[in-house]
């Protein structure tokens, strides 16, 4: 399979306790983007990065979050100290990061957090 | 004011009708738009990009109008297929994508 690829699909934790999820992009891509969505909402962005560094967070990307990408490869999210309203899916996008139009996401199947 | 509005719909047609969904963006710097599908509990998948000349895929036609900063997207002769949730999407410097909240669509028998 040469898609995204996200573990795990499902996570029931917990109010407290840590998390993390696991992205591995298409691999000759780039970036790689990490995206929240809740019921009837869009992906909202959290963080991207561009090979290992990261490049941008979003103001919803609180302390308790932290995503890396140690070798410019897969890249992990963690949330630590999980609350209710971190309850979401979780989504993990790469692009090659050419401009223009051809900058196009391909997203993973999502992790899904309930946290109780 | 968020950066991609949408009207999340519901638009609920019968097969073989045709549906216009029209999306707006609020920064006028904005280099590359998108239009994403979306099925019930799945991950968003590309429809079709935007060019400013507008551009069309079979029975779906997107347009832009960077003057009066919307985008849209035109679905003729609807198949139960397309009963989904079409997602505006915005890149800036084609870096960040800000995504619409979504429109759902429903093609009814």
């Known amino acids: 399979d040469t898609g995204v690829s996200q573990d795990p699909r499902h996570k029931i934790t917990k109010r407290g306790q840590n998390v993390t999820f696991r992205c591995d992009p298409i691999?000759?891509?780039?970036?790689l983007y990490w995206y929240r969505q809740t019921l009837g909402q869009g992906p909202e962005f959290l963080t991207y990065?561009?090979?290992?560094?990261?490049?941008?967070k979003s103001r919803l990307l609180s302390d308790r979050f932290s995503a890396e990408r140690p070798k410019g490869s897969f890249s992990t999210l963690e949330i630590q100290r999980t609350e209710q309203g971190d309850s979401a899916m979780y989504l993990c996008?790469?692009?090659?990061?050419?401009?223009?139009?051809?900058?196009?996401?391909?997203f993973g199947a999502g992790s899904r957090l309930t946290v109780l | 004011r968020k950066e991609v509005e949408q009207d999340p719909g519901p638009f609920n047609v019968p097969e073989g009708a045709t549906v216009a969904f029209n999306c707006t963006y609020s920064?006028?710097?904005?280099?590359?738009f998108f239009w994403y599908r979306q099925d019930c509990r799945k991950e968003p998948k590309l429809l079709m990009s935007?060019?400013?000349s507008g551009n069309e895929d079979g029975r779906f036609t997107a347009q832009l109008n960077r003057a009066s900063q919307y985008i849209s997207l035109l679905i003729r002769d609807s198949k139960l297929s397309d009963s989904a949730t079409y997602l505006c999407?915005?890149?800036?410097?084609?870096?960040?994508?800000?995504f619409g909240t979504g429109t759902s669509l429903t093609v009814i028998p």
């Open positions: 999407v915005v890149s800036f410097i084609g870096n960040q994508f800000y």
């Open positions: 990065f561009q090979n290992e560094a990261q490049l941008e």
């Open positions: 691999s000759e891509h780039n970036r």
């Open positions: 935007v060019y400013s």
């Open positions: 920064n006028s710097a904005s280099q590359s």
């Open positions: 996008a790469s692009s090659l990061g050419l401009r223009g139009g051809a900058n196009v996401l391909t």
